[in-house]
């Protein structure tokens, strides 16, 4: 257990739908990262909140959005769903030595 | 902006030694990181440097050259649990890692 929990694990909808993924960070963490792994690709950056905030935005679509509340738990939404977004989320926490990752969440779109 | 370049395959037999090379464009360069992913899973860490040099950590070693943009991840004494994809991420400010599209190393008896 990495500490970094993420639900649901499994996530199977259909196109036009909206999700919520959530995560959260290890305890004591103020930073999490939302990334995207769609299959046999590398980890795109979405998103970081640090402590409520968003602090750095990568290639994240306008129909994904993302928050972090007081309790430090983060939430990616992922809304009008298409085919390609089916994907494996990933979040993160980080400290001197770089991430620990959540299991992640691997969303199906049909 | 970043940009990592780690070739996208590689085999190797039991028991051998492979070196995965990873090349990167980066501003506000604060350390390079490894990952191994297995598939479905998650990431997890391998190896960090920040100054030049080798990094040794049992089997599994890396090397960085901050002027020339290069690291490489060396993996020793090949076993069939090796294979998996091995991920090269550079972090600049603000902590963000950015990942290369990885590795995919296949160990085979």
């Known amino acids: 257990d990495s500490g970094v929990t993420q639900t649901p694990k499994h996530l199977i909808t259909a196109t036009g739908q909206r999700v919520t993924l959530r995560c959260s960070p290890r305890?004591?963490?103020?930073?999490v990262y939302w990334y995207q792994q769609s299959l046999d690709q590398g980890l795109q950056f979405l998103i970081q909140?640090?402590?409520?905030?968003?602090?750095a935005k990568g290639n994240i679509l306008e129909r994904f959005s993302a928050q972090q509340f007081p309790d430090l738990h983060s939430e990616l939404n992922l809304s009008s769903l298409e085919l390609g977004d089916s994907a494996l989320y990933f979040c993160?926490?980080?400290?001197?030595?770089?991430?620990?990752f959540g299991s992640g969440t691997r969303l199906t779109v049909v | 902006g970043q940009n990592i370049d780690q070739p996208t395959e590689m085999t190797a037999t039991e028991g051998a030694i492979v070196q995965i090379n990873c090349t990167y464009q980066?501003?506000?360069?604060?350390?390079l990181f490894w990952y191994q992913q297995h598939a479905g899973e998650a990431p997890t860490f391998l190896s960090y440097?920040?100054?030049?040099g080798l990094e040794e950590k049992g089997r599994f070693s890396s090397f960085l050259s901050r002027s020339k943009g290069y690291s490489y991840l060396l993996l020793k004494e090949l076993q069939m649990k090796d294979s998996a994809s091995y991920l090269c991420?550079?972090?600049?400010?603000?902590?963000?890692?950015?990942f290369g599209g990885g590795t995919r190393v296949l160990v085979k008896p």
């Open positions: 993160a926490s980080s400290d001197p030595l770089g991430y620990t």
């Open positions: 305890s004591g963490d103020l930073s």
């Open positions: 909140y640090y402590n409520g905030e968003e602090r």
């Open positions: 980066t501003s506000g360069f604060n350390g």
């Open positions: 440097n920040v100054l030049d």
């Open positions: 991420a550079v972090r600049a400010a603000g902590n963000k890692l950015t």
